[in-house]
């Protein structure tokens, strides 16, 4: 069975920086995309940030040049370096794959359980 662990997340001041890291486990065939996203209270889910397998990066525009994604395709993890946090930035982050899993030779996007980020003074 595949899951994907998230770990990093906590409250941090404003101006301050935070790494969050996501570890898909178990058996996969292969994954393509990875990438955050986060949701806010009363807001809708929006992406961050993604990469794909050959190392292409993609930001939403409230966090480029303060937010960097970097994967290890040999450990399928993937983490995302937060700098210059803002209180604007405070949500759940979620860890979403896209992967085909062993057991089932089927693509299908997972995603992890979420790590809140709090960032206040």
């Known amino acids: 069975q595949v899951q994907l662990v998230e770990s990093g997340g906590g409250l941090v001041q404003p101006g301050g920086s935070l790494r969050l890291s996501c570890a898909a486990s178990g058996s996969w065939f292969s994954i393509s995309a990875m990438g955050w996203y986060r949701q806010a209270p009363g807001k809708q889910r929006e992406l961050v940030a993604t990469?794909?397998?050959?190392?292409?990066?993609a930001y939403a525009d409230s966090v480029k040049a303060r937010f960097t994604i970097s994967r290890v395709n040999a450990n399928n993890t993937m983490d995302l370096q937060m700098s210059s946090l803002k209180p604007e930035d405070t949500a759940v982050y979620y860890c979403?794959?896209?992967?085909?899993?062993?057991?089932?030779?089927?693509?299908?996007?997972?995603w992890g359980q979420g790590t809140q980020v709090t960032v206040s003074s």
């Open positions: 990469i794909t397998g050959g190392g292409s990066t």
């Open positions: 979403n794959v896209v992967g085909i899993p062993m057991r089932t030779l089927l693509p299908k996007p997972y």
